[in-house]
């Protein structure tokens, strides 16, 4: 029969459980700003991901409904902002009965969606609102730049043609510093 020598619980000092969380603590700080910048990159994606599908959404309902429907930035997620190149928190999409000019959601206007985006994210375009028809044709043309205000050089743009197909620009931080 064999026998194992018996000897005490091996385990680890307390300096020793010190220094390897020390270690961790250091490479958990080192890894920190790393995944911040993926976070915002994550936020900026997804938030442009929300504006094109909005747009589609409008082009799509505007047909459906037979109805013109407006996509337009909104500081409050309640009035649409009246002047281009402004910053706002979000937008509101709706069929827009009164077709008002500037386009302007009233009471009688159907609302459809609003999005309010995250802390430290804003947007701003070119236009304030596009609206888009239900008889397919020429429409107008806008950029809408979804920006970081912590770090401008860092964007997501989404660019509307003049056929009405959105899509997101592939130099999208130049957007945000203009």
């Known amino acids: 029969m064999f026998c194992s020598p018996q000897r005490p619980f091996a385990g680890f000092s307390l300096l020793e459980t010190l220094v390897v969380l020390a270690l961790v ?33 409008a082009q799509s309902a505007a047909a459906r409904r037979g109805i013109p429907v407006s996509v337009c930035l909104s500081a409050d997620q309640e009035r649409c902002s009246a002047t ?4 706002a928190s979000g937008w509101l999409l709706f069929f827009d009965n009164n077709r008002e000019s500037p386009v302007q959601m ?20 070119t236009r304030a609102a596009v609206t888009f028809w239900p008889a397919a044709r020429a429409g107008t043309t806008a950029t809408f730049a979804i920006c970081d205000s912590r770090d401008l050089s860092v964007g997501r743009a989404v660019v509307l043609s003049q056929t009405g197909r959105p899509r997101v620009s592939p130099d999208s931080g130049a957007a945000c510093q203009s």
């Open 84 to 87: 281009p190149g402004t910053s």
């Open 106 to 125: 009233s009471p009688a206007d159907e609302r459809l969606s609003t999005v309010r985006l995250p802390a430290g994210l804003a947007i701003q375009g």
């Open 25 to 57: 603590g250091i490479i958990a700080g080192l890894a920190s700003p790393g995944f911040a910048s993926l976070r915002r990159n994550a936020l900026l994606a997804s938030a442009a991901d929300q504006l094109l599908g909005a747009l589609y959404f």
